[in-house]
């Protein structure tokens, strides 16, 4: 049998021989499973306020209006005022719906946005009592102010339609807490999904949130998906959401991050907050992200990324293959394989199509396209706007007063620093 929380709430509550206790005023669960189970009633008293949970298995049925208890359960009492009532003395795995749950806002983990609990949807099976789904439709609303039979016979009779119930899986459910005693609130099935969630529908999860619940759902996230919202949200949400983390955590993110994207991060910070952070880097990164910082806003170097893909003058196809087969770098970096001499003077330039074409021993160096167009570090990036509009290409190198490679702008960045509207 289904049945709605609403519907439930307000119920009498009567013993085996048909005498009031009280009226039901919440339903307390326990986590851990996909769909949680009701493990005690909280009951208002008849009289006065005292407020009781009774366990589950003390109720022996849900009829019509009423709940009636099994003979004896009347006695069975779990608990009273005040701890009772105060949801933070739950034990760290069991909520209590009403308190915690309705008119929330919680993490819509298969949509990948915020919803607001409007009602709850329950199963009772085999004695047992499940929270199944969310219902966030105007229909909840209805419900629970008891309008809902009256506006059917209403849009029935204009529409022949009737508003209908926006249900939601729980498992997809991720419950949202800033209470310090609920730092576990959640549910390990939607714990995983929030971390597979693409980075830029996070970002925007997180910018609905107020301060307090984007620090917890920030939190909650691993290492990775941190460094990677963080390349997406605005940059007053980054900040906030950076300075929200311990200082070991917050470099350990910062190390994940593209160059680019966490020098920019650091370049928002106070000058002690980006040091302490920095501080904490590995030595490759710091030194990264130390002469990033040194470029002047505006610059081709102020947005460019160490990230890209380059080889040698004397390697062959083969080497360049196994060079770009292992390397990590994002997609949008290694478009191009740039070739550097020696004195990582850059000299010329293949696309991984070239290498595909060619024997796996022939020199790069004989197939190269030797006609570079490049900038220097301290160019304005209007430069770089004109380049990408006129010859298309999906980066551009970079190269200090001698020519030597120093990085590349890749297409999306170069268009966000004319457009930081894009980027939003």
């Known amino acids: 049998m289904f049945v709605f929380f609403s519907d439930i709430l307000n119920r009498r509550v009567i013993d085996s021989e048909g005498k009031i206790i009280g009226k039901v005023v919440d339903l307390r669960v326990k986590l851990g499973e996909i769909f949680p189970a009701v493990v005690s009633v909280r009951v208002r008293q008849k009289r006065g306020e005292k407020v009781v949970f009774f366990p589950w298995q003390a109720v022996e049925s849900i009829n019509g209006r009423v709940i009636s208890l099994k003979p004896g359960a009347e006695n069975q009492t779990m608990g009273k005022t005040p701890d009772s009532t105060d949801p933070s003395k739950t034990k760290g795995e069991e909520i209590l719906l009403k ?3 309705l008119d929330k806002q919680v993490v819509d983990t298969y949509g990948a946005k915020i919803e607001r609990v409007n009602d709850l949807h329950l199963l009772l099976a085999e004695g047992q009592l499940r929270v199944v789904h969310v219902d966030f439709g105007i229909r909840g609303i209805f419900r629970r102010m008891g309008w809902v039979h009256y506006v059917d016979v209403l849009t ?3 529409f022949a339609y009737q508003v209908p119930n926006k249900l939601l899986s729980w498992k997809f459910i991720q419950p949202l807490s800033h209470d310090p005693y609920k730092q576990a609130l959640k549910l390990n099935v939607t714990h995983r999904t929030l971390s597979d969630i693409h980075p830029s529908d996070l970002a925007d999860i997180l910018e609905e949130l107020d301060r307090h619940r984007r620090s917890y759902v920030f939190g909650a996230l691993d290492v990775e998906a ?13 900040v906030s959401l950076i300075e929200s983390l311990s200082k070991e955590r917050a470099s350990d993110v910062i190390e994940e991050m593209e160059p680019d994207e966490a020098a920019d991060l650091l370049s928002d910070l ?14 490759e990164k710091r030194e990264e992200l130390e002469e990033l910082l040194t470029f002047e806003e505006g610059t081709t170097g102020s947005i460019m990324t160490p990230n890209y893909i380059s080889c040698l003058l004397t390697d062959n196809v083969d080497k360049a293959m196994e060079t770009f087969k292992h390397s990590d770098k994002p997609l949008d970096s290694i478009a191009y394989v740039y070739i550097v001499d020696d004195k990582e003077k850059l000299v010329g330039v293949v696309t991984l199509r070239d290498l595909i074409l060619h024997s796996p021993d022939t020199q790069i160096s004989s197939f190269m396209n030797k006609n570079i167009i490049q900038l220097k570090v301290d160019e304005s990036v209007k430069e ?7 010859y298309k290409f999906l980066a551009i190198p970079i190269v200090d007063e001698k020519e030597r490679m120093k990085g590349i702008i890749t297409l999306s960045d170069g268009v966000e620093s004319i457009f930081p509207e894009f980027g939003e």
């Open 270 to 283: 106070s000058e002690e907050k980006k040091r302490g952070l920095i501080e904490g880097l590995e030595e």
């Open 99 to 101: 308190d915690e749950i």
């Open 226 to 238: 941190q460094a990677n919202t963080l390349e997406e949200v605005d940059d007053q949400t980054r």
């Open 156 to 158: 029935n009779w204009l």
């Open 384 to 390: 770089a706007a004109e380049i990408f509009k006129k």
